[in-house]
């Protein structure tokens, strides 16, 4: 059973626009969320992260949105620039589980010029 | 500071064989982490170390095992190879708290023949 569910495999926006990409999660028992951005051949690379305590957290260009009622969240980049196009995961973690990170299967991004 | 290192960035094994995977930690990082990643199944967790103990492990089968040294300096093995271990598997370290961010290494890509 997937815990943290990102249901569009890929999205595609326009140079300058936003991109929006969503997550849901079941697990009422997560307090951390963090979003993680891949290329090819290379390993996640940190971008923004948001506690359960929250509902937003901003970065220059990157905001996390977090509705715990829905188990939903969202990362909206502002504006969009070609070199986002990458793999974005959102990612889960509660104190229970001693920090162990459970993924979604990732969106594609692809920010067209 | 240094990012995480992983050897070797790729091998190609025979079934059958089995394979040890390096990961060398941020500076100060004591807590290690592994997670496969593939096509259909996405980022998974396969265990953790923290202070030479394994912390914390997935649901991957026995023949997936790691330690960790006093360095913090972690090793995998997988043992018995079978074709399903293809992957990119990836090392990610980080300080004590279990809402530390995650840093992640380039990954080794191994490909089981």
């Known amino acids: 059973d997937q815990q943290v569910k990102q249901n569009s495999p890929s999205l595609s926006v326009q140079e300058g626009r936003i991109s929006i990409l969503n997550c849901d999660y079941t697990n009422s028992m997560f307090d951390y969320f963090l979003w993680y951005k891949k290329y090819p051949a290379e390993g996640p690379t940190f971008l923004i992260s948001?506690?359960?305590?929250?509902d937003k957290n901003e970065d220059g260009r990157f905001t996390v949105f977090l509705n715990k009622s829905a188990k939903h969240l969202s990362l909206h980049i502002v504006p969009s620039q070609p070199g986002d196009s990458a793999v974005y995961f959102c990612a889960a973690i509660s104190g229970g589980s001693q920090g162990n990170l459970i993924f979604g299967k990732g969106t594609k991004l692809s920010v067209k010029p | 500071k240094a990012g995480v290192t992983q050897t070797p960035r790729y091998l190609i094994k025979t079934r059958g064989q089995q394979v040890t995977l390096s990961c060398s930690p941020i500076s100060g990082h004591r807590s290690v982490s592994w997670y496969q990643q593939t096509p259909g199944q996405g980022l998974q967790f396969l265990f953790e170390?923290?202070?030479?103990?394994?912390?914390n492990k997935g649901n991957f089968p026995g023949r997936f095992s790691g330690r960790q040294f006093s360095n913090s300096r972690s090793e995998m093995n997988v043992s018995t190879l079978e074709l399903g271990d293809s992957a990119l598997y990836l090392c990610?370290?980080?300080?004590?708290?279990?809402?530390?961010?995650?840093?992640f290494g380039p990954g080794t890509r191994l490909t089981v023949l």
């Open positions: 948001i506690s359960s305590i929250k």
């Open positions: 170390y923290f202070s030479e103990t394994q912390r």
């Open positions: 990610a370290s980080r300080g004590a708290g279990y809402t530390d961010t995650q840093y």
